[in-house]
């Protein structure tokens, strides 16, 4: 794995930590990451690590063979949704997890 695909699952993992921090403070009121928000994070941080794709940067909406289950992917659903005003607040950062 090259370092620029290293650099690539970090800044994924980051932006799904901010993403994440952000949907717990304004959902569950908690200004750290609650336990539920945590496992998702920890759940979606093993499938980034194990994922087969992350060489040809293919976003897991369009993955041909997901690997969340369906409850997290529900979850993770949730979450993305909530984060649109995230993306509209920081255009580079969706500028990069657009077209990284």
């Not at 336990?35 to 940067?57: E, Q």
């Not at 969340?68 to 992917?73: G, I, Q, T």
């Amino acid at each position: 794995m090259s370092q620029s695909d290293k650099e690539f699952m970090e800044s994924r993992k980051e932006l799904l930590y901010r993403l994440l921090s952000d949907y717990c403070r304004d959902v569950h009121g908690s200004e750290e990451l609650c336990d539920d928000c945590r496992g998702l994070l920890d759940y979606a941080i093993v499938r980034i690590n194990r994922c087969p794709n992350n060489v040809t940067r293919t976003p897991c909406s369009r993955c041909p063979c997901p690997c969340y289950s369906e409850e997290m992917r529900g979850r993770m659903k949730e979450a993305m949704d909530h984060s649109k005003p995230f993306f509209r607040k920081h255009p580079l950062i969706r500028f990069r997890y657009k077209f990284a």
